[in-house]
DNA sequence: ATAATAATTTAATGATCGTTAAAGAATTTG
DNA sequence: CAAATTCTTTAACGATCATTAAATTATTAT
């Protein structure tokens, strides 16, 4: 059975809220990437003690996997609002600029977990960098049955490339993670969503 | 005095080519980002033992530098030969070809190593994470000024926003690099080069 | 040859890494 | 109440981190 945010019945109850505490250690490894969070940081942003962390985890890449999941069910909304867009300039429009938005909220760490977690490859974390990889590469899929759809819908021409449409997309959505965690500000970001997306092959508008 | 390759006339000689174990050195880090390449990686990679690498450029930080600066003048001949093309479509196609060209050489570790080494951020890199962030900085502000010639010279726009221009490149390079990291492969990322620049605001072509 | 110098080798340093054993504290069950 | 259970705390584990001291080796200068 794996553990819960209920503790058991019978014995010491624990005296933390697990959600509270997975998103205290999601933005620690948003700020610093899954090597660059060491259990002492995880200890201090968390407030607990490892024993703790370890009883309610796992391990430290267990609780980074909970992480990803937590932010992935906090970002899903957004590919949803965004997929469910009238016509594909408006779904790749919807998409990037809320993922600027995400990317330089006051309340985030600049840039995205996932995009920039798969930059780094410390031997150790290769087993994350392929999984957040794989994340990236389901969320290009989502664009691309929209996109699919967009086509047979008549707002995109005949001829048009779903998969080129959506790794476009996540081309630009990475390279605005990175611009964002380099330090640029949201206006400057969302000039250039602007400029990405002034070459849509929209068939209406 | 700083370490050159030459050795001192006196003293025992080195038996290790400088040039040579720093471009060791430069791939293993391009491979692994900075706090992912240990010591212990280098003096594999390099086929010495720590003391010799210590003699020779000081720690791991001024190593580092080293290699970026290897790396830079590497990659200065085809920022060069970009903006030395006769207008900024022109230049614009040349960087990013050849930036996709060099992402997924055969010879070279996936990706870029500024822009990725700058997506980490442990506590103990935060300087090299600005250190690489200026450089991307320059980077841009060499485009700039090529992109501001070309609206004197009549082949962008006169209303034509340089920096902007500049920064969309970037940004679509980052995500190059992080795509080609991802595992993407040559010709789905030249798809994606001729897309981002099917938007470019040409006068002439 | 001897002295001086510098690179290499071996082996170790203290710090920090992720992880856990052992003991103490808090709760439910019988 | 006592027994059982589970969390928290304290303190440590071995591994690895970047770095270096000390000894050895190879070269030039005298």
Redesign the pocket.
Known sequence: MP?TNK??????????DRDKVINLALKAFWMHG??????????SAMG?????????F??????FKTCIESYNNKTRPFHLKAVDQPNSLLVAKCLLESAVEHMTSEDNPDGCLIFLGAAVS???SDSIRHYLSDIASRCTLLYVDRFERSIEEGDLPKNADPVLLANYLIVVDRGLALQAKAGHTKPDLLKIVSMALSNWPCCDR
Chains 1, 2 share one sequence.
């Open positions: 553990p503790t058991s019945t019978v014995g010491r109850p624990r005296k933390f899954y090597d660059g969070t060491s259990m002492r940081i995880l200890e607990l003690k490892a024993p703790s962390i370890y009883g309610a796992g391990n430290k890449e267990s609780l410390s031997p150790s």
